[in-house]
């Protein structure tokens, strides 16, 4: 993972990234943090807005958080690009549904980076094609096992590419 920010504080940077980021989500996660243990004055008070929080409201206390804890919030290509990263694993772990995951990072990550070439596959799989565009186009009960092959190749790249 980036740094030291776990899989619920990357999905909601995400989200953030994408302006699809609510008070509420803001909210939720201060009291899943300090539920697993974490703890800081802002994020004691972020937990204790009140349900139906304006996004505005919230996020000076997050971001005040996130400081305290000493969490240093990547580049927003790197984010998103990690985001990659923590769906091809849940893909291969099974702990995500493949259209769901297909469309997270379609709409999350694809989509604000402008389609960048090396994501391809992923697009292509979310279009209902195989990764490369071989033919003929994959059944849909196939494209799962498409995804986990796909995702297991990604990976392998990423890792590749980290350790040069």
């Not at 996660?29 to 929080?53: D, H, K, M, Q």
């Not at 769901?100 to 070439?117: Q, S």
């Not at 979310?126 to 799962?144: C, F, V």
């Amino acid at each position: 993972m980036t740094n030291n920010i776990s899989l619920d504080l990357l999905t909601l940077l995400v989200l953030r990234a994408n302006n699809a980021l609510t008070g509420d989500d803001l909210v939720a996660w201060a009291l899943r943090a300090l539920e697993a243990g974490t703890e800081s004055p802002n994020l004691i008070t972020l937990a204790g807005l009140p349900t139906r929080s304006c996004r505005a409201d919230a996020e000076p206390y997050f971001e005040r958080a996130l400081q305290e804890l000493k969490i240093a919030v990547p580049s927003t290509e790197l984010l998103l690009r990690q985001y990659v990263v923590s769906v091809a694993e849940q893909i291969i772990d099974e702990r995500i549904e493949v259209r769901l995951a297909l469309e997270e990072i379609h709409r999350y990550v694809i989509n604000p980076l402008n389609h960048p070439e090396d994501l391809s596959g992923w697009c292509y799989l979310w279009e209902g094609n195989s990764p490369d565009l071989s033919y003929p186009p994959p059944s849909q009960s196939s494209i799962a096992k498409l995804a986990k092959e796909h995702a297991v190749r990604y990976l392998s790249q990423v890792k590749q590419h980290n350790d040069e």
